[in-house]
């Protein structure tokens, strides 16, 4: 089974900052690998797929990238809606959840 | 517009059974892969099952294999997730979850709101 490492688990940060998190998979995904953003009581929304394309609606602050086993989502400047907990996905090889990471206000 | 809508959540004593449904609307369902994610009370997503456009391909995490069985009624645009043999660590929020695009390698553009399992006697 692919394994989803997911890092940091806890986020805190400031409107206007830059964010980064980072997932790592146990194996090659070839690039099969999605984000997600949950807020409390909802479903998740799709943000990014293909570690790099940006979902239809999506703003284009958020970003994806890719080297090896390792990916990144990136949020170029915080806004009061990005508050949240995302989620990385691989589906590659079945379907896996990394453990989730929580960006709070600071 | 898109929309997938669960039912059929409950409370149900360990051991025993529960069918959710997904009705979905605003595509072409029988083009497309579905999925169950469920989320535990404070807990990350956990992947449950997926199953192909056609509905000939099933695939199960190792948590709910032999118990849980998904199929899919292509005429009625509506998906299912059969639980048998319900433990208390399904308990969970249920979400029924559209795939992106053709076949099977997919992520999950459209999820529904979930609908709420609780296994306890």
């Not at chain 1, 688990?9 to 997932?23: E, K, P, Q």
Request: one cysteine or more.
């Amino acid at each position: 089974d692919i394994q989803m490492t997911q890092s940091p688990s806890t986020l805190s940060a400031s409107v206007g900052d830059r964010v980064t998190i980072t997932c790592r998979a146990s194996q090659s995904i070839s690039g099969w690998l999605a984000w997600y953003q949950q807020k409390p009581g909802k479903a998740p929304k799709l943000l990014i797929y293909k570690a790099s394309s940006l979902e239809s609606g999506v703003p284009s602050r958020f970003s994806g990238s890719e080297s090896g086993t390792e990916f990144t989502l990136t949020i170029s400047s915080l806004q009061p809606d990005d508050f949240a907990t995302y989620y990385c996905q691989q589906y590659d090889s079945f379907w896996t959840f990394g453990q989730g990471t929580k960006v709070e206000i600071k | 517009e898109v929309q997938v809508l669960e039912s059929g959540g409950g409370l149900v004593q360990p051991g025993g059974s529960l069918r959710l449904s997904c009705v979905a609307s605003g595509f072409t369902f029988d083009n497309y892969a579905m999925s169950w994610v469920r989320q535990a009370p404070g807990k990350g997503l956990e992947w449950v099952s997926t199953i192909s456009a056609s509905g000939i391909s099933t695939f199960y995490a190792d948590s709910v294999k032999g118990r849980f069985t998904i199929s899919r009624d292509n005429s009625k645009n509506t998906q299912y997730l059969q639980m048998n043999s319900l433990r208390a660590e399904d308990t969970a929020v249920y979400y029924c979850a559209k795939g992106n695009t053709l076949g099977v390698v997919i992520a999950f553009d459209h999820w529904g709101q979930g609908t709420q399992v609780t296994v306890s006697s």
